[in-house]
């Protein structure tokens, strides 16, 4: 019996399971026992039979042993006596306590000692923006005066430049939420709402509407802006600066003349600029350039001027340019000779 108790500490599930399968095995056992009419197969399955019962009863006398000490241990007194202590409130509970006595309560006659009062200090709790999120203000270049020297160098009427000046994109880093755009009231629209719309302006002018406003939209992790939105954005830009022509409408800065502009901007390898994007004036100020020293046929100057600008020759592209090339001619700029070829005139 001592090594089943030994086996049964090992788990009382163990123990239980290998006496149920020993009492399994000892039935079967004994009915074949029977049909062979084989003493020795009977008396070895009664044998599995009592080893199972007992391997189980002794599984189950552990987990009920087990419980039994662990009760003990924590409440030596007994729960329903625990209940009804005084000293059940006293830290430490154990044989090894006070040698299991049971404290006495302190008397009645003795004076408690009081305990030194502190007094109640409310804490303030911190206030809490009412925005989701207002990023810090970062440094913004809303006036043109801030632009880059390079950026500003066809900016003048009589200014002009062999090959044009790189077109430089306006910076895209992240200025505020969506939440930024959805203001109901102008009057709620965050200042750096209107700083990046004139950043971008004064860069990256003159430059399609809906362009723009895709380009500050992302500036607060807008991708596709949302008519409202898009009405935020734009009421932030001057209607002044604003032109209307049959190619779309495009927002110029303040101090460049679409009638007297001679600058263009061509398109370096690293940048990706729409046709559409573009600006008639700064299109035909290209083809311009691109006729200033020899005469060119057609398909040269539509070949030249998309070379300017970083894009291939497609049917789209092709249509944009022929429509630039007769405006140019109607305005003056350009000559077209008797032979089919373009020349420059101013």
């Keep these: 019996m001592g090594q089943v108790q030994l086996f049964a500490k090992f ?64 409440y030596p007194h007994g729960e329903r006596t625990r209940q009804h202590d005084p000293g059940a409130a006293q830290i430490g509970y154990g044989p090894s306590w006070n040698n299991g006595a049971i404290p006495t309560p302190p008397s009645p006659a003795t004076p408690p000692v009081p305990y030194p009062q502190v007094p109640y200090v409310a804490q303030q709790s911190p206030q809490y923006p009412r925005s989701p999120y207002t990023p810090p203000s970062a440094p913004i270049a809303p006036t043109v005066a801030q632009t880059p020297d390079w950026q500003t160098r066809t900016r003048t009427a009589q200014h002009w430049l062999p090959t044009g000046i790189p077109y430089a994109s306006a910076p895209t880093g992240v200025l505020g939420s969506p939440a930024d755009l959805d203001r109901d ?23 399609e509407r809906s362009h723009l406003v895709a ?10 802006p949302s008519e409202k939105q898009q009405i935020c954005v734009l ?48 299109i035909v100020n290209a083809i311009t350039h691109v006729a200033q020293r020899n005469k060119h046929s057609f398909d040269e100057m539509v070949w030249a001027t998309l070379t300017q600008f970083g894009h291939e020759r497609t049917g789209a592209a092709e249509d944009r340019i022929e429509a630039c090339l007769t405006m140019a001619v109607r305005r003056g700029r350009l000559a077209r000779d008797p032979d089919g070829r373009y020349r420059a005139l101013t």
């Design 235 to 282: 009421g932030e830009v001057p209607e002044s600066l604003m032109r209307a022509t049959s190619s779309g409408v495009f927002v110029w800065p303040s101090d460049l003349d679409p009638s007297t502009w001679r600058g263009f901007r061509f398109t370096p390898p690293t940048v990706s600029r729409a046709i559409d994007t573009i600006s008639a004036e700064e």
């Design 215 to 224: 380009r500050v939209a992302q500036r607060f992790g807008v991708h596709k």
């Design 11 to 74: 788990g009382w599930v163990v123990g239980l399971l290998a006496g149920a399968f020993s009492i399994l095995l000892g039935i079967v056992g004994y009915f074949t026992g029977i049909d062979h009419a084989s003493t020795f197969e009977i008396v070895l399955a009664v044998a599995f039979l009592v080893l199972g019962t007992a391997l189980a009863g002794a599984s189950m006398w552990q987990l009920v042993a087990g419980d039994r000490r662990k009760r003990h241990t924590f």
């Design 185 to 207: 009231s102008s009057a709620t629209i965050p200042i750096r709402v209107r700083d990046a719309v004139r950043e971008t302006i004064a860069i990256e002018g003159p430059i």
